[in-house]
């Protein structure tokens, strides 16, 4: 299996004046995330508004950011769904177009029963010879991966790991004691990388990357050589712009944080709308005191 990398940043999809998809700069923003500190990307995921993009365009941002990425860093295609027939087509389409792996929401809405989660990740992982990380985000889709399931689910071959978004350290720790030393646990949350790292984890499928992809590799390799101080330095550091970055939903703040700095892709698509003048302002001062932008009353 190809090594995904330990930080991987949950790329926002770039759309253009008018709402559509723009690919010229989703392959710029994927460059530039790989220049600064990112190992892979994860294309139209949860931050990536997967939600209200089309079929076609998930697959033209696959192609565009595998194209960019190319001997760079991994291409992980987010194709998880609440239909597990149209989440496996859109799997291997993903695997045609060069994709290193596949990250699968929990289906969402429909709140299947364990023996359905077990049974939709199992059918999809049979769909593909693609490595797959799991997602557990029951905030977003009202269903949780129990620790008994992730156990069976972590012997199916291609199954490696699991992106976890429970915001839960006790539930992260139940998944890393039932899951093989080689399963890769990433956490999902940017302010528990740390905590995570130290039960075991393996790395963050983060947003904060996005503007401060350096700090988050430098704090990830801190751990890994067991400079912990260190570590907590640059976590504390990053304290504040972890939380601002979802002080409205994301991805909306990290859009923002990127225009700020310089790289615009663009709005959201409704039901998300823009920050607030407040939230901006209040994004605006985080980013300062981190020295990512000007002064705020310049931004």
Same mark, same amino acid.
């Given at each position: 299996?190809?090594t995904f990398g ?14 559509? #998809? ?11 995330? =790989? @220049?600064?500190? *990112? $190992?892979?990307?994860? +294309? ?45 087509v859109l799997t ?63 012997? #199916? ?11 839960? =350290? @006790?539930?992260? *720790? $139940?998944?890393?004691? +039932? ?121």
């Amino acid at each position: 299996m190809k090594t995904f990398g330990r930080v991987l940043t949950a790329m926002a999809t770039p759309f253009d004046a008018e709402g559509c #998809v723009d690919i010229p700069q989703a392959k710029r923003l994927a460059m530039h995330l =790989l @220049d600064h500190g *990112s $190992d892979g990307i994860v +294309v139209v995921g949860t931050t990536g508004e997967s939600p209200t993009l089309t079929h076609d365009e998930k697959l033209a941002m696959f192609g565009a950011v595998v194209e960019a990425a190319r001997g760079k860093g991994t291409v992980i295609a987010g194709t998880g769904s609440n239909d597990t027939a149209a989440t496996a087509v859109l799997t291997r389409e993903a695997e045609q177009l060069g994709c290193d792996g596949i990250l699968l929401i929990s289906p969402y809405y429909n709140k299947p029963s364990q023996e359905g989660l077990y049974r939709h990740f199992r059918t999809v992982a049979e769909s593909t010879r693609l490595p797959i990380i799991l997602y557990n985000h029951p905030p977003r889709t009202g269903v949780a991966i129990a620790p008994e399931t992730l156990r069976r689910l972590a012997q #199916v071959s291609n199954i490696v790991g699991l992106k976890d978004s429970s915001a839960s =350290l @006790d539930v992260a *720790s $139940d998944f890393r004691k +039932v899951t093989p030393e080689s399963f890769l646990l990433y956490s999902g949350n940017d302010s528990l990388t740390l905590p995570m790292l130290a039960i075991g984890g393996y790395g963050v499928i983060s947003v904060a990357a996005h503007v401060v992809g350096n700090e988050m590799q430098a704090m990830v390799n801190a751990t890994l050589r067991g400079d912990w101080e260190e570590a907590r330095r640059i976590h504390f550091r990053l304290w504040d712009l972890f939380n601002g970055l979802f002080l409205a939903p994301s991805p909306a703040p990290v859009k923002e944080a990127l225009s700020m700095m310089g790289l615009p892709v663009g709005g959201l698509r409704l039901p998300l709308v823009e920050l607030s003048a407040d939230e901006r302002r209040r994004l605006a001062g985080m980013m300062h005191d981190l020295g990512l932008v000007k002064a705020p009353a310049e931004v």
